[in-house]
């Protein structure tokens, strides 16, 4: 059972996020033109508050590629990129410790033969399995980062796996992003070029037997 305290932490947690997500504290995050005028007026505090805004947006489940299409318009297609990775990347480790603190005991009894499977698929290599679901057009980035904390995978290459597999398509949407806030048609077509690109990979990555045996232990474990 999770003692006392952990089951305070996780019912504030749990209202926290009904309450941002119920009441919208959040959804100035997708809105391009706001996020650009709060970061050209705010500085560097305006870059921290926003890379925070950012990893609570994606660590409670909101899609990690409209924050890379929000702040490749704000920011421009690589800086965009970097700073939609970073936030995206505090939000897993948000996810994942959370779940290791609060949820491992409880969910591994519950689904205690998917988080088996989960374990023993990623005993080994665990950085390169994990770059390649995060590759996967499939699954839930939620999903896996509870998984992963819920599972007795190392944090490291969960997260450095993590980040290098956010990496393409951040590039593709920030990209995108930049292409329509500074009308350039050519950082539009780099940004559809490498969205095709992503896409071939993750077809291929997902019709490997592996590969698709991994997607489903993370797409069916909850």
């Known amino acids: 059972m999770i003692n006392g305290s952990r089951w305070l932490a996780f019912a504030a947690l749990v209202l926290v996020g009904y309450l941002t997500i119920h009441n919208g ?4 995050i997708a809105d391009q033109n706001e996020v650009a005028n709060y970061l050209h007026s705010h500085g560097v505090g305006g870059l921290v508050v926003i890379t925070l805004a950012g990893a609570l947006f994606t660590g409670l489940g909101a899609p990690r590629q409209l924050l890379a299409f929000v702040l490749g318009f704000a920011l421009g297609g690589l800086n965009g990129t970097l700073l939609s990775t970073l936030a995206a990347a505090i939000g897993a480790t948000g996810c994942f410790l959370t779940a290791r603190w609060l949820l491992r ?5 519950r689904f205690s033969h998917r988080m088996q499977q989960f374990d023993r698929l990623f005993r080994e290599q ?9 590759l996967l057009p499939v699954g839930s980035n939620l999903v ?20 290098l597999g956010y990496l393409p398509q951040m590039l593709v949407f920030a990209l995108a992003g930049a292409g329509i806030g500074n009308a350039n048609a050519y950082q539009l077509a780099v940004s559809i070029g490498f969205f095709i690109l992503a896409s071939l990979i993750g077809a291929f990555l997902y019709h490997n037997q592996r590969a698709r045996t991994l997607a489903d232990s993370v797409s069916d474990s909850l």
């Open 105 to 109: 005991t409880p969910l591994s009894r």
């Open 25 to 28: 504290w959040l959804d100035f």
């Open 144 to 163: 896996t980062n509870l998984v992963a904390g819920c599972s007795g995978i190392r944090f490291s290459p969960f997260l450095f796996g993590s980040t």
């Open 126 to 134: 665990t950085l390169l399995k994990v770059l390649m679901v995060r």
